[in-house]
């Protein structure tokens, strides 16, 4: 039994006592709506180098066909499923960000869910409970690693880990005992170095999710099988928060106010498949353009200003999903920054993309004052044209509609499927809490080449 006092017996006790029933209405429906999108992202992402060599491994592997390995006609054990859908949950930067310190948790929690909620049976009911809860403990670890940030790290996967052992935790029935060996043995298993951003095929990055969604349904398991994990793991010295902050008190605020306030609701929806630090900029570019008439021959010179962390990201990562430069001249040239225009290289190829990059200046320029997380999503923008305009703009990343949320799943999904099946996977995946049974709907996301 349970007997301590502290955060981290607090938030098992919570996790594992808080119903279906005892979710805000607002968090029900915020948890389909992440389901929906990551869903449509991971359809799509399923077969880019970024995920296609975990997948192979995988197949490699072989074993019990136990889950669903999305957007592939491939089941795997539950383990290198949650391994390969990880990885796809992030193999491109589609996937939700957030408005502060709570970004990419959907691309680890999407995933552990899917394979534990197939590999169990869960209810739909179940099904939400456990990712609401879970991906709401990996939004209050991020949160809390990204406000404090002493050291430079990938906070969206190492805060997820332990949101994938709560999923997987709650869909294996562990109680309050069982559910603090689950953190403390995910905590051991978390990971992600901000170095990824030097690797330009985005593979690192995306295998980080994988590795995270591994590590919580891993850790969920051996907790039912018996197996321990450190006591207290938020706040006990060389535990979570000191290793990855050394600040073991700071697993308190992970805490502070559960229940009432639901940070998993500070998600921020992607309009583009590029990074969260991209998203305002071309934002803003594409509006510029539509409301001044303005084409890529038009613009003379384009000035960002960024935070000081989204400067470092958008200037060292090369990946046309991320690199500032590369994304803002798609944008400028295409009138759009669509997926296709991110991953195939014939549109970085084209002699107007070319004649762009050369002829255009464009300059991303680090604000000079201390930021938050969150401000990544804020930014300035001054387009000159070339009859000698001088057009600017100051703004937050506005939040997607239900609209637009719903048109851009339509527009990935149907990458892979057509219009009637995209038309039935989506009634299928809004309508979630009624299944009486997640696995068939689970089971539908193979798709063959």
Excluded at 33 to 40: A, E, F, H, I, K
Aim: aromatic share 6%; net charge negative; proline share 5%.
């Amino acid at each position: 039994m349970i007997t301590g006092t502290g955060p981290t017996s607090e938030l098992c006790r919570w996790v594992c006592f808080t119903q279906h029933q005892d979710l805000p209405a607002e968090v029900r429906e915020e948890t389909v709506t992440l389901l929906y999108d990551q869903v449509g992202c991971m359809i799509a992402s399923a077969t880019l180098p970024s995920c296609q060599p975990v997948v192979d491994l995988v197949v490699k592997l072989g074993g019990p066909e136990e889950c669903t390995v999305v957007g592939h006609p491939v089941r795997a054990p539950v383990i290198n499923a949650a391994l390969a859908n990880g990885t796809i949950g992030h193999g491109d930067e589609v996937d939700p960000t957030g408005q502060e310190g709570t970004g990419h948790y959907a691309a680890t929690t999407v995933p552990a869910a899917l394979c534990v909620g197939q590999y169990v049976g869960a209810s739909g009911e179940e099904f939400v409970r456990a990712l609401a809860l879970g991906s709401e403990v990996a939004a209050r670890c991020q949160s809390v690693l990204a406000h404090y940030g002493t050291r430079e790290q990938f906070v969206a996967s190492v805060g997820a880990t332990l949101g994938a052992a709560v999923i997987a935790g709650l869909l294996l029935g562990l109680d309050a005992n069982g559910m603090e060996h689950a953190l403390g043995l995910a905590a051991s298993g978390a990971c992600g170095l901000a170095c990824h951003h030097l690797e330009d095929l985005h593979q690192i990055k995306s295998l980080n999710h994988g590795r995270a969604a591994q590590a919580g349904v891993l850790s969920g398991l051996l907790a039912q099988q018996g197996f321990h994990g450190p006591r207290e793991v938020l706040t006990v010295e060389n535990g979570f928060f000191d290793a990855f902050l050394g600040l073991p008190w700071a697993g308190n605020d992970v805490v502070r106010g559960l229940g009432e306030e639901y940070l998993m609701r500070q998600i921020a929806y992607k309009r583009h498949p590029v990074g969260g630090p991209d998203q305002t900029p071309v934002y803003a570019l594409l509006e510029m353009m539509k409301a001044h008439s303005l084409g890529a021959d038009d613009i003379e010179e384009i000035q960002v200003s960024v935070s000081r962390h989204a400067f470092h990201v958008v200037m060292t990562n090369q990946h046309p999903s991320v690199h500032m430069e590369t994304v803002l001249s798609l944008a400028a040239v295409y009138g759009e920054v669509a997926f296709k225009h991110i991953h195939d290289p014939i549109y970085r190829q084209d002699p107007r993309f070319k004649a762009f990059r050369e002829r255009a200046r464009i300059f991303i320029i680090p604000r000079p004052q201390p930021a938050t997380f969150g401000d990544r999503m804020e930014m300035g923008i001054t387009v000159r044209t070339r009859a000698g305009e001088i057009l600017h703009q100051y703004l937050r990343y506005p939040l997607m509609t239900g609209e637009e949320i719903q048109e851009k799943f339509r527009d990935l999904v149907g990458m892979r499927l057509n219009g009637g099946q995209v038309a039935g996977l989506e009634r299928k995946l809004k309508a979630v809490e009624t299944a009486g049974n997640v696995a068939p709907l689970i089971d539908g996301l193979q798709i063959d080449y």
